[in-house]
C-alpha cells in the first residue's frame, strides 16, 4: 500500500515514508505479512482453552468441538475473556491509583497530595463516608480504605454503581447483573469460561456483563475520580482561578528538534504527572542546556498523553500506530513507557535508533529496553532520574526528520467541566444540554471512542465519522487514541470545528465556546461519559420539562469505536451496552462465527439491556446507524 492509502494525516505520511527509507517496519508491513489471517480467530470460532484443543468450528462439517462445546459456546467463551482482560487492565490500573491515593492520604507518599477536596468529597458521598466536620485526610483515608476494598469485596454492589439512574439500576438487579466487586467478576468469568464449565451463552454472557460493568462503574471509575483528586479535575483549577478548556497541540510535529525530547507512552499518570512537575525544575532546565539542548519538551502518546494533556496541556505526539513513527523522527531521546498498547517492535528499533527506550513498572518489561523502575515511595527523586537519562542521551542523536504538521486543540472536558460550560458558574448542571436536545438545537449525543488499528488506515474510519456527525448536529464526545484523531484532524478547535458543524450545534457550541468535539481524556476516563449519561436522566427526573429520558437507554445517545484492537474496547463497549448505549464497532466483530450468539448481541439484548452492539464498515454508514437511532430515540421521546 502507499502512504496516502494508509492515511491522511500529513504528519504520519511523511514520517512512514522516512522509516521505508531506513527500512523500518511498522505495524502496516507486519500487518501485511501476517495475511491472511485465521477465519476461525476472526470469528471467534477457535477455542484453545484445553489441551485437546484447538477446535474449530465448519458450519456443516464440525459443528462442535472435542467436549462437544457449539460455536454460540466457544465465541461466547471467547467474547467474555475479551472483557475480562479489558476489565482486568483498566482494573489493575484503578487498583495501582487506590493504593497510591490511600497512601498520599496517610502521608507515606511524598509528592502526592489530596489536591481537590470539592471532588474528594462527592466521591466520600458516594462511598457513604462521613464528610461533616472531619479532617480532609481523616476523609480521604477512609475513601482510599473504601476503593481498594472495593476490589476485594465479595458480596453487595459496587459503590458507583449507586450514581446510575433508578431504572437503570433495576434492570440490573432484575437480571441479577450488579457487579459484587471487582477482582470477583474478572476471576468468575474466567472459572467460568474454562474446559468444561458454562455451557450456556446467555449466562456465560451475563458473568461477561458484570466483569464489564465492573470495570465501567468499577475500576475504571476508581481510576477516573481518585486521580482527579489526586492531580486535578480537568477543566477546573485547583483552587479559585478560572476553569477553562486546556489548550494543547497534537501530532509528530510537537517533537522539538532543539528540545530534549522524551515521550511517556502508556496509561498511567501516576509517573508520568511527577515527570511533568520535575521536568518545570530551573535544575532540570539547567542540565538540558548543559548537554547542549534549549530545554525540554514533554510529549505523549496513548492514554498517558491523554492523562497529562487534559490536566497540564501537554502535547501529544500520537496516538497508537504512531509510536513506531514517533522513534522514527530520530528525535525522541527517550521514549519511557508504563503499561498498555506499548508495541514490542519499538524495542526492534532501538539499533536504528539513538532513543532510549525505558520501561518503569515491575508489570511490564522489554527484553532490550532499560528498566529504570519508578519509586513510588519518592517520585519526584525518581522522576528527575528518568528526566536526567533522557537529557543524557540528547548528544547522541544523528539524523533528526520530524514532520511539520501539528493541529492546536481544546481538552479538559470531564463531565464536571462540560457541566459547568454549559451551565456556567451560577447553575453549574446539564439543564442547558438536556434542553439543547429537547429543542432541537443539539440532535443528540455521540460518544466515539477506541484505538487504532493496523488493519485499516490509521484515523480514516474517525475523522470523516466524527464529521458527518458534527454536521448533523450530533455533539461528539471522545477518548482514548480517537480523541487524539480528532485532535489531530482539528475537530477539537472552534475555529476550524465549527464551520464543520450544523448550525444549530455550531450555535450552541459558539455561544459557549467549545468546539463540537469534546475531548473527555483516556479510555478510563469513558467513566466520565456514564457519568454524564447519568446526570442528562437525573436533570430529567427533577424537572419534567428538561427530561429526555428516564433511563440511559431512553436518551438519544450513542457509542462506537471504529478503529478498535483492544480487548479494552470489548470491554468498555459491553459495558456501554448494557449501561443502555447502542454501540457499534468497525472493524472486523469477534463474534461473528456464531450466528446464534452474534444474534442474542445484536439484537436480543435489547429486551434486557435497552440497547444493542453493532457493527459498520465504513464511517458513513456507522454514523448513520448512529444518527438513525438518534432520531429513533427522539422520535420514542416526541421531541
Ligand atoms: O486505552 S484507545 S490503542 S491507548 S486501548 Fe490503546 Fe486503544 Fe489507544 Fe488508551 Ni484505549
Ligand atoms: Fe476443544 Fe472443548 Fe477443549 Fe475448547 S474446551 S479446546 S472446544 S475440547
Same mark, same amino acid.
Given at each position: 500500500?502507499?502512504?496516502?492509502?494508509?492515511?491522511?494525516?500529513?504528519?504520519?505520511?511523511?514520517?512512514?515514508?522516512?522509516?521505508?527509507?531506513?527500512? #523500518?517496519?511498522?505495524?502496516?508491513?507486519?500487518?501485511?505479512?501476517?495475511?491472511?489471517?485465521?477465519?476461525?480467530?476472526?470469528?471467534?470460532?477457535?477455542?484453545?482453552?484445553?489441551?485437546?484443543?484447538?477446535?474449530?468450528?465448519?458450519?456443516?462439517?464440525? *459443528?462442535?468441538?472435542?467436549?462437544?462445546?457449539?460455536? /454460540?459456546?466457544?465465541?461466547?467463551?471467547?467474547?467474555?475473556?475479551?472483557?475480562?482482560?479489558?476489565?482486568?487492565?483498566?482494573?489493575?490500573?484503578?487498583?495501582?491509583?487506590?493504593?497510591?491515593?490511600?497512601?498520599?492520604?496517610?502521608?507515606?507518599?511524598?509528592?502526592?497530595?489530596?489536591?481537590?477536596?470539592?471532588?474528594?468529597?462527592?466521591?466520600?458521598?458516594?462511598?457513604?463516608?462521613?464528610?461533616?466536620?472531619? &479532617?480532609?485526610?481523616?476523609?480521604?483515608?477512609?475513601?482510599?480504605?473504601?476503593?481498594?476494598?472495593?476490589?476485594?469485596?465479595?458480596?453487595?454492589?459496587?459503590?458507583?454503581?449507586?450514581?446510575?439512574?433508578?431504572?437503570?439500576?433495576?434492570?440490573?438487579?432484575?437480571?441479577?447483573?450488579?457487579?459484587?466487586?471487582?477482582?470477583?467478576?474478572?476471576?468468575?468469568?474466567?472459572?467460568?469460561?474454562?474446559?468444561?464449565?458454562?455451557?450456556?451463552?446467555?449466562?456465560?454472557?451475563?458473568?461477561?456483563?458484570?466483569?464489564?460493568?465492573?470495570?465501567?462503574?468499577?475500576?475504571? @471509575?476508581?481510576?477516573?475520580?481518585?486521580? &482527579?483528586?489526586?492531580?486535578?479535575?480537568?477543566?477546573?483549577?485547583?483552587?479559585?482561578?478560572?476553569? &477553562?478548556?486546556?489548550?494543547?497541540?497534537?501530532?509528530?510535529?510537537?517533537?522539538?528538534?532543539?528540545?530534549?525530547?522524551?515521550?511517556?507512552?502508556?496509561?498511567?499518570?501516576?509517573?508520568? *504527572? @511527577?515527570?511533568?512537575?520535575?521536568?518545570?525544575?530551573?535544575?532540570?532546565? =539547567?542540565?538540558?542546556?548543559?548537554?547542549?539542548?534549549?530545554?525540554?519538551?514533554?510529549?505523549?502518546?496513548?492514554?498517558?498523553?491523554?492523562?497529562?494533556?487534559?490536566?497540564?496541556?501537554?502535547?501529544?505526539?500520537?496516538?497508537?500506530?504512531?509510536?513506531?513513527?514517533?522513534?522514527?523522527?530520530?528525535?525522541?531521546?527517550?521514549? @519511557?513507557?508504563?503499561?498498555?498498547?506499548?508495541?514490542?517492535?519499538? =524495542?526492534?528499533?532501538?539499533?536504528?535508533?539513538?532513543?532510549?527506550?525505558?520501561?518503569?513498572?515491575?508489570?511490564?518489561?522489554?527484553?532490550?529496553?532499560?528498566?529504570?523502575?519508578?519509586?513510588?515511595?519518592?517520585?519526584?527523586?525518581?522522576?528527575?532520574?528518568?528526566?536526567?537519562?533522557?537529557?543524557?542521551?540528547?548528544?547522541?542523536?544523528?539524523?533528526?526528520?520530524?514532520?511539520?504538521?501539528?493541529?492546536?486543540?481544546?481538552?479538559?472536558?470531564?463531565?464536571?467541566?462540560?457541566?459547568?460550560?454549559?451551565?456556567?458558574?451560577?447553575?453549574?448542571?446539564?439543564?442547558?444540554?438536556?434542553?439543547?436536545?429537547?429543542?432541537?438545537?443539539?440532535?443528540?449525543?455521540?460518544? #466515539?471512542?477506541?484505538?487504532?488499528?493496523?488493519? @485499516?488506515?490509521?484515523?480514516?474510519?474517525?475523522?470523516?465519522?466524527?464529521?458527518?456527525?458534527?454536521?448533523?448536529?450530533?455533539?461528539?464526545?471522545?477518548?482514548?487514541?480517537?480523541?487524539?484523531?480528532?485532535?489531530?484532524?482539528?475537530?477539537?478547535?472552534?475555529?476550524?470545528?465549527?464551520?464543520? /458543524?450544523?448550525?444549530?450545534?455550531?450555535?450552541?457550541?459558539?455561544?459557549?465556546?467549545?468546539?463540537?468535539?469534546?475531548?473527555?481524556?483516556?479510555?478510563?476516563?469513558?467513566?466520565?461519559?456514564?457519568?454524564?449519561?447519568?446526570?442528562?436522566?437525573?436533570?430529567?427526573?427533577?424537572?419534567?420539562?428538561?427530561?429526555?429520558?428516564?433511563? #440511559?437507554?431512553?436518551?438519544?445517545?450513542?457509542?462506537?469505536?471504529?478503529?478498535?484492537?483492544?480487548?479494552?474496547?470489548?470491554?468498555?463497549?459491553?459495558?456501554?451496552?448494557?449501561?443502555?448505549?447502542?454501540?457499534?464497532?468497525?472493524?472486523?466483530?469477534?463474534? #461473528?462465527?456464531?450466528?446464534?450468539?452474534?444474534?442474542?448481541?445484536? &439484537?436480543?439484548? =435489547?429486551?434486557?439491556?435497552?440497547?444493542?452492539?453493532?457493527?459498520?464498515?465504513?464511517?458513513?454508514?456507522?454514523?448513520?446507524?448512529?444518527?438513525?437511532?438518534?432520531?429513533?430515540?427522539?422520535?420514542?421521546?416526541?421531541?
Amino acid at each position: 500500500k502507499n502512504n496516502e492509502e494508509m492515511t491522511d494525516d500529513m504528519a504520519s505520511r511523511s514520517a512512514l515514508e522516512n522509516a521505508r527509507d531506513s527500512g #523500518v517496519s511498522t505495524a502496516w508491513d507486519r500487518y501485511e505479512q501476517q495475511k491472511p489471517q485465521c477465519n476461525f480467530g476472526t470469528e471467534g470460532i477457535c477455542c484453545r482453552i484445553c489441551n485437546m484443543g484447538p477446535c474449530r468450528i465448519i458450519p456443516g462439517r464440525q *459443528e462442535e468441538g472435542v467436549c462437544g462445546a457449539d460455536a /454460540a459456546t466457544i465465541v461466547a467463551r471467547n467474547f467474555v475473556r475479551m472483557i475480562v482482560g479489558g476489565s482486568s487492565a483498566h482494573s489493575d490500573h484503578g487498583r495501582g491509583v487506590a493504593q497510591t491515593f490511600l497512601e498520599a492520604a496517610k502521608g507515606e507518599a511524598p509528592g502526592y497530595e489530596i489536591k481537590n477536596e470539592e471532588k474528594l468529597k462527592e466521591v466520600a458521598e458516594t462511598f457513604d463516608v462521613e464528610t461533616e466536620d472531619r &479532617d480532609i485526610n481523616e476523609i480521604a483515608i477512609e475513601v482510599g480504605e473504601k476503593a481498594v476494598a472495593s476490589f476485594g469485596s465479595q458480596e453487595g454492589e459496587l459503590e458507583f454503581i449507586s450514581r446510575a439512574p433508578e431504572k437503570r439500576k433495576d434492570i440490573w438487579r432484575r437480571n441479577g447483573v450488579v457487579p459484587r466487586g471487582i477482582d470477583i467478576e474478572n476471576v468468575e468469568a474466567m472459572h467460568r469460561t474454562t474446559m468444561g464449565v458454562d455451557q450456556d451463552y446467555k449466562n456465560i454472557l451475563k458473568q461477561g456483563t458484570k466483569a464489564a460493568l465492573a470495570d465501567g462503574w468499577g475500576g475504571s @471509575m476508581i481510576a477516573t475520580e481518585l486521580q &482527579d483528586i489526586l492531580f486535578g479535575t480537568p477543566g477546573q483549577p485547583e483552587k479559585g482561578g478560572k476553569k &477553562d478548556a486546556v489548550k494543547f497541540d497534537a501530532n509528530l510535529g510537537v517533537l522539538d528538534e532543539n528540545m530534549v525530547n522524551l515521550v511517556v507512552h502508556g496509561h498511567e499518570p501516576l509517573i508520568s *504527572e @511527577m515527570i511533568a512537575i520535575a521536568a518545570q525544575e530551573e535544575e532540570i532546565q =539547567e542540565y538540558a542546556r548543559e548537554k547542549g539542548a534549549e530545554g525540554i519538551n514533554i510529549s505523549g502518546i496513548c492514554c498517558t498523553a491523554n492523562e497529562l494533556l487534559q490536566r497540564h496541556g501537554i502535547p501529544v505526539a500520537g496516538n497508537f500506530l504512531q509510536q513506531e513513527l514517533a522513534i522514527s523522527t530520530g528525535a525522541v531521546d527517550m521514549m @519511557m513507557v508504563d503499561v498498555q498498547c506499548i508495541m514490542q517492535s519499538l =524495542e526492534r528499533m532501538l539499533p536504528d535508533y539513538h532513543t532510549k527506550l525505558v520501561t518503569t513498572t515491575e508489570k511490564a518489561k522489554m527484553p532490550m529496553a532499560e528498566h529504570i523502575e519508578f519509586d513510588e515511595s519518592q517520585p519526584l527523586e525518581s522522576a528527575r532520574e528518568l528526566l536526567k537519562a533522557a537529557i543524557d542521551n540528547f548528544p547522541k542523536r544523528e539524523g533528526v526528520n520530524i514532520p511539520e504538521e501539528s493541529e492546536k486543540a481544546l481538552a479538559g472536558f470531564s463531565h464536571e467541566f462540560i457541566k459547568y460550560m454549559l451551565g456556567g458558574s451560577y447553575r453549574s448542571s446539564y439543564w442547558p444540554l438536556n434542553s439543547n436536545i429537547k429543542d432541537g438545537k443539539i440532535r443528540g449525543v455521540a460518544g #466515539v471512542v477506541g484505538c487504532n488499528n493496523a488493519a @485499516m488506515p490509521l484515523d480514516k474510519m474517525h475523522v470523516p465519522m466524527v464529521e458527518e456527525l458534527i454536521a448533523n448536529n450530533v455533539l461528539v464526545v471522545q477518548t482514548g487514541c480517537a480523541a487524539i484523531a480528532s485532535a489531530k484532524a482539528g475537530l477539537m478547535q472552534p475555529e476550524t470545528a465549527l464551520e464543520k /458543524a450544523g448550525d444549530g450545534l455550531a450555535e450552541v457550541c459558539e455561544a459557549v465556546g467549545i468546539p463540537p468535539v469534546l475531548h473527555a481524556g483516556a479510555c478510563v476516563d469513558n467513566s466520565r461519559i456514564l457519568n454524564a449519561l447519568a446526570e442528562m436522566v437525573n436533570v430529567g427526573q427533577e424537572n419534567s420539562r428538561l427530561n429526555i429520558g428516564d433511563d #440511559v437507554s431512553e436518551l438519544p445517545v450513542a457509542g462506537a469505536a471504529p478503529e478498535w484492537m483492544s480487548e479494552k474496547a470489548i470491554a468498555i463497549g459491553h459495558y456501554f451496552v448494557t449501561s443502555g448505549v447502542y454501540t457499534v464497532f468497525g472493524g472486523d466483530f469477534p463474534t #461473528v462465527g456464531s450466528e446464534v450468539f452474534t444474534e442474542y448481541l445484536f &439484537d436480543e439484548i =435489547e429486551d434486557i439491556y435497552g440497547a444493542t452492539w453493532d457493527v459498520a464498515e465504513t464511517p458513513s454508514e456507522m454514523a448513520g446507524k448512529m444518527i438513525d437511532h438518534i432520531d429513533k430515540k427522539r422520535e420514542e421521546l416526541g421531541i
